[in-house]
Antibody, heavy 121, light 106 residues
Framework: DVQLVESGGALVQPGRSLRLSCEASGLAVGRGYLNWVRQAPGKGLQWVSLSDEDGRMKYADSVKGRFTISRHNSKNVLYLEMNSLTTEDTAVYFC???????????????WGRGTTVTVSS | DIQVTQSPSSLSASVGGRATITCRTSQRISSFLNWYQQKPGQAPKLLIYTATYLYSGIPSRFSGSESGTEFTLTINSLQPEDSATYYCQQSYASPSTFGQGTRLEI
């Protein structure tokens, strides 16, 4: 079974930085199609960033230039480095994988439980 | 970016009844449309991928269909546990985009 466990969420002040982690089991992050998706309080789902099987990284316009997605293959962990945080970044951040991008056409079939980021002074 | 418009925003239905949720995309997406169910305090769960394919372990009362840029999630024989918020998502092009969500009350 594939499992994803996020960590690193915290209460931070505007302008500060935070790094989220997503530890994977049953799936090699180095060969996976992995996303970060967030959900602001009481709101819908928003895709944030993607790291694909070929190492390509993509970002939503709202986080481009501030957030960086990366992988540590030997630790099997996906990261999201978040800089210059604003109150608009307050959300639950989910790590989500497409365990077979070709089969599922990039649908996210495995999700972590999420980690909460609160940006407030 | 591809826009995804989901309707209705909320829906009330009875046990044993049927619920229908629709998503429209701003351009053709070659069936790259997925449906998720999310219950309060939980992560989303994949129900349908590539517009019509039922994900493993999902009851057959859930089904998806498509016509051009219009995609539909139908839930037959509604059960109390189907109360949740449902989202569609296009995975055809980056950035991936979600619909606004439909809150279904049974």
């Amino acid at each position: 079974d594939v499992q994803l466990v996020e960590s690193g969420g915290a209460l931070v002040q505007p302008g500060r930085s935070l790094r989220l982690s997503c530890e994977a089991s049953g799936l090699a992050v180095g060969r996976g199609y992995l996303n970060w998706v967030r959900q602001a309080p009481g709101k819908g789902l928003q895709w944030v960033s993607l790291s694909d099987e070929d190492g390509r990284m993509k970002y939503a316009d709202s986080v481009k230039g501030r957030f960086t997605i990366s992988r540590h293959n030997s630790k099997n962990v996906l990261y999201l480095e978040m800089n210059s945080l604003t109150t608009e970044d307050t959300a639950v951040y989910f790590c989500a994988a497409s365990t077979s991008a070709t089969k599922y056409n990039y649908a996210m079939d495995v999700w972590g439980r999420g980690t909460t980021v609160t940006v407030s002074s | 970016d591809i826009q995804v418009t989901q309707s209705p925003s909320s829906l009330s239905a009875s046990v044993g009844g049927r619920a229908t949720i629709t998503c429209r995309t701003s351009q053709r997406i070659s069936s790259f449309l997925n449906w998720y169910q999310q219950k309060p305090g939980q992560a989303p769960k994949l129900l349908i991928y590539t517009a019509t394919y039922l994900y493993s372990g999902i009851p057959s009362r859930f089904s998806g269909s498509e016509s051009g840029t219009e995609f539909t999630l139908t839930i037959n024989s509604l059960q109390p546990e189907d109360s949740a918020t449902y989202y569609c998502q296009q995975s055809y092009a980056s950035p991936s985009t979600f619909g606004q969500g439909t809150r279904l009350e049974i």
